[in-house]
């Protein structure tokens, strides 16, 4: 199966590490209870969107960063496209992580932040798309779109009223059913799949 894949607090748990990364530096005790801007200055209001961009470009980000171990075996046996967004050097250091990780074939799709988080240029039609970002997913082609939320209720995870064709998850393990449901009854192309799914919602 085809799936587009985000990574920032999709695979990697990346808001965790940033958070851990500000208490190191600040003294800080902040977790992700306390995050509710994408700039983090939620958790330490002296923070320029420049500082932001370097903590994603350290070494010791990409050193702790978690990953949601379920992500692996899920995504295991699939045409993976993982697509992010990123500075120049985050991308690469954020391939080589993904490189570590996952021992399977996979295509790396960097881009950059011209667009805010749109990721409408990317063709994913008759695919999976997973992503922590309604706003990453808003726009695109992908047949079935999962807001992968990890139990956080972010200002950027709202999905507005009268949207009916996203999948709303919270664990790797809801994305395989998902996935694993497709697979197991549908031989048609996605967009079929998009109207089964779109009456048959709360299966």
């Excluded at 992700?32 to 994603?56: A, I, P």
């Excluded at 954020?94 to 988080?117: A, H, Q, R, V, W």
Aim: hydrophobic share 35%.
């Amino acid at each position: 199966m085809k799936i587009f894949c985000d990574i920032d607090d999709t695979v990697l748990k990346s808001s965790k590490r940033i958070i851990e990364m500000l208490n190191e530096k600040y003294g800080l005790n902040k977790s992700e209870k306390d995050l509710k801007d994408w700039n983090y200055t939620s958790v330490y209001n002296q923070l320029t969107d420049g500082d932001v961009l370097s903590l994603f470009e350290d070494d010791t980000f990409f050193d702790k960063v978690q990953i949601f171990e379920e992500s692996v075996f899920v995504l295991k046996g699939h045409d993976v496209y993982f697509c992010t967004k990123g500075t120049d050097e985050n991308l690469r250091k954020k391939e080589k992580k993904i490189k570590e990780i996952f021992k399977i074939k996979y295509s790396f799709i960097g881009l950059g932040f011209d667009d805010g988080f749109d990721k409408s240029k990317v063709d994913m039609f008759n695919a999976i798309q997973i992503d922590d970002r309604y706003d990453s997913l808003e726009k695109t082609n992908a047949s079935i779109k999962i807001l992968f939320k990890n139990y956080n209720n972010f200002e950027w995870q709202k999905v507005p009223d009268g949207i009916n064709n996203i999948y709303v998850v919270n664990t790797w393990k809801e994305i395989l059913q998902i996935i694993d449901f497709i697979g197991r009854n549908f031989n048609e192309p996605c967009f079929y799949w998009e109207e089964w799914f779109g009456e048959n919602r709360n299966m």
